[in-house]
C-alpha cells in the first residue's frame, strides 16, 4: 500500500539551529513533492515545491532535498526562530494534481 | 495573491441537520478545487474534486450523497454535510488552483465542525 511518512511526530530545537525533518514514501512514483506549513487551526501554507529532477531547492532560510532512490525528501530550517514553530507537512503528486499528505512533524523552537 | 477563503470558520450544528461550507477564490479563478478532511494529529484527505460546471470527483470510500459538492463558478465551490452526525466531526479544508493538472494548490483556512 501507499505511505507516507514523517519520521517523527514531534521536534523540539533550541532558536538559531537547523531543523531537519524527514518525509520517507513507498509505493509511489511523485513527479514532485511538495512541503507545506500548518499552524493550529488553520489551512496548511505552500512553502516549496520540488521536482523528481531536482535534488535541491532552497527559499530564504528553508531547504529541501528530493532523493528518488532513497524515496526520502529532507526538510531543513536554519537558523530556527521561535516563529518557525508550526507543524510541517509534506505532500506528494503521483503524476496528477491529487495530493497526498504526511501527517507532517510539529516543531517547536525554544529561545 | 491567490488567496482562497472559506465560510464559515466554525460551525456547531445538531445531530441530522445539514451543514453548507463555502469556498472561495477571492483573487483569481479557480478550475479546479479541491476538499479535505483532518482529523486531529491526522493528515488530509481528500475527499473529492470539483471542476467548475462540471461533477465532482469523489475518492474512495467517501459518500457522494452525504457530502454534496457543488462548483458553480469559477471562484466558488460549497461543499454541503447532509444529515451530520458526530463523526463527521472534522476540519475541512477547501484548496483551489488555477488550471487543472498544475501543481500549485491555495489552500483556505479551513473550517470547524463540531455536530452535537
Known amino acids: 500500500s501507499q505511505k507516507i511518512e514523517q519520521n517523527s511526530e514531534a521536534l523540539n530545537i533550541q532558536e538559531g539551529k537547523t531543523a531537519t525533518l524527514t518525509c520517507n514514501y513507498t509505493?509511489?512514483?511523485?513527479?514532485?513533492l511538495q512541503w507545506y506549513r500548518q499552524d493550529p487551526g488553520r489551512g496548511p501554507v505552500f512553502l516549496l515545491l520540488?521536482?523528481?529532477?531536482?535534488k535541491e531547492k532552497r527559499k530564504e532560510r528553508l531547504k529541501v532535498t528530493f532523493d528518488t532512490t532513497l524515496k526520502q525528501s529532507l526538510f531543513h530550517i536554519t537558523a530556527s526562530q521561535p516563529a518557525d514553530s508550526a507543524t510541517y507537512l509534506c505532500?506528494?503528486?503521483?503524476?496528477?494534481?491529487?495530493?497526498?499528505f504526511g501527517a507532517g512533524t510539529t516543531v517547536t523552537v525554544r529561545a | 495573491g491567490a488567496v482562497v477563503s472559506q465560510h464559515p470558520s466554525w460551525v456547531i450544528c445538531k445531530s441530522g441537520t445539514s451543514v453548507k461550507i463555502e469556498c472561495r477564490s477571492l483573487?483569481?479563478?479557480?478550475?479546479?478545487m479541491f476538499w479535505y478532511r483532518q482529523f486531529p494529529k491526522q493528515s488530509l484527505m481528500l475527499m473529492a474534486t470539483?471542476?467548475?460546471?462540471?461533477?465532482?470527483?469523489?475518492e474512495q470510500g467517501v459518500e457522494k450523497d452525504k457530502f454534496l459538492i457543488n462548483h458553480a463558478s469559477l471562484t466558488l465551490s460549497t461543499l454541503t454535510v447532509t444529515s451530520a452526525h458526530p463523526e463527521d466531526s472534522s476540519f475541512y479544508i477547501c484548496?483551489?488552483?488555477?488550471?487543472?493538472?498544475?501543481?500549485?494548490?491555495?489552500f483556505g483556512p479551513g473550517t470547524r465542525l463540531t455536530v452535537l
Open positions: 483573487d483569481f479563478q479557480a478550475t479546479t
Open positions: 484548496s483551489a488552483s488555477l488550471a487543472v493538472l498544475t501543481d500549485t494548490q491555495y
Open positions: 520540488i521536482r523528481e529532477n531536482e
Open positions: 509505493n509511489y512514483s511523485p513527479a514532485y
Open positions: 505532500a506528494l503528486a503521483p503524476n496528477d494534481y491529487k495530493l497526498s
Open positions: 470539483s471542476n467548475e460546471g462540471s461533477k465532482a470527483t469523489y
